[in-house]
């Protein structure tokens, strides 16, 4: 199976996690600036104040796919630790850095922002997060209360076709929704079984051998690096669906990007 990810890994086994990043930034620079749907979107964001849920993130940056920042006004951020795989060590206070202007840093779980009220936020970022979620439809929730009437949502995933989990099944929505009922913690480990047995290591060199991904994985309330659920565009649209979203947006990006974007209705 011949895709970018195997590129990116022949990258990593000659010059490691610092090579993976500059194959995926020189893949993202040569298709910018920006897709051609962004351009019909791009009043969403326009002197706007949002929120990043798990960022910074490379696509949302002003030469990239979906130059986001360079359009708002204002992106605050949130992140579960002030010390995570993705970002190193973070601070809580106005040390966020995407965009235009400094914007404040939370730390918080991305299912219980009770310390931002409601109706702040003309937008919500969350890029290559939910999946990381045990609870997703939670989280979901707590983002539309921070938004503002007609605000939008700006959602990628990960297209499992191009990643480690292209063996694992799409999960379904009824899965998602029973999770929200059971109020689902993030320290479950349901699908770790299916993880261990599916995910596909070949694709993911920073997990190490089977030992070491199970160790990690077994931690993942603390590292939250395990993809807890599949999604698709089928799949990101019934959660739009289900949230009453009108969906702005539905398409797919190289090299592993599933994108969407959803719009609260007038209430």
């Given amino acids: 199976m011949t895709t970018p990810w195997t590129r990116i890994v022949s990258r990593y086994k000659k010059s490691g996690v610092r090579g993976i990043v500059s194959a995926i930034d020189q893949r993202l620079r040569r298709q910018c600036t920006g897709l051609p749907e962004f ?21 949302f940056q002003a030469d990239n796919l979906w130059p986001v920042y360079s359009l708002a006004s204002r992106v ?15 601070q ?16 918080a779980e991305a299912s219980k922002l009770q310390m931002i009220p409601s109706s702040k936020y003309d ?15 939670c989280a979901f929730q707590e983002w539309l209360r921070v938004l503002k009437k007609k605000g939008v949502i700006f959602l990628v995933l990960p297209d499992k076709g191009e990643t ?32 261990l047995t599916l995910h596909d290591l070949a694709l993911d060199p920073p997990a190490g051998n089977l030992e070491a991904f199970e160790k990690r994985s077994r931690a993942n309330f603390h590292n939250r690096c395990l993809h807890h659920h599949v999604f698709d565009l089928s799949l990101m649209r019934e959660l739009f669906d289900y949230f ?18 959803g719009r609260k209705r007038r209430e």
Avoid at 124 to 135: K, P, R
Avoid at 173 to 194: A, C, G, I, N, W
Avoid at 244 to 261: M, N, Q, Y
Wanted: glycine share 8%; charged share 20%; aromatic share 10%.
């Fill in 164 to 195: 480690f989990d292209h063996r694992r099944p799409v999960t379904s929505f009824s899965h998602l929704v029973r999770d929200l009922e059971m109020q689902t913690p993030e320290d479950d480990l349901t699908h770790l079984e299916e993880i």
């Fill in 76 to 90: 605050d951020g949130c992140n579960f630790s002030p010390s995570t795989v993705w970002e190193g060590s973070i």
């Fill in 39 to 59: 351009h019909s979107c791009k009043r969403f964001f326009r002197n706007k104040y949002g929120l990043e849920i798990g960022g910074p993130s490379a696509i």
């Fill in 123 to 137: 937008f919500l970022l969350a890029s290559h997060c939910l999946e990381h979620m045990a609870n997703p439809l």
């Fill in 244 to 261: 009453g979203l009108e969906t702005v947006l539905s398409t797919t990006a190289k090299p592993c990007h599933l994108i969407a974007i």
């Fill in 92 to 107: 809580e206070g106005m040390h966020y850095v995407a965009g235009k202007n400094p914007g404040y840093q939370f730390i």
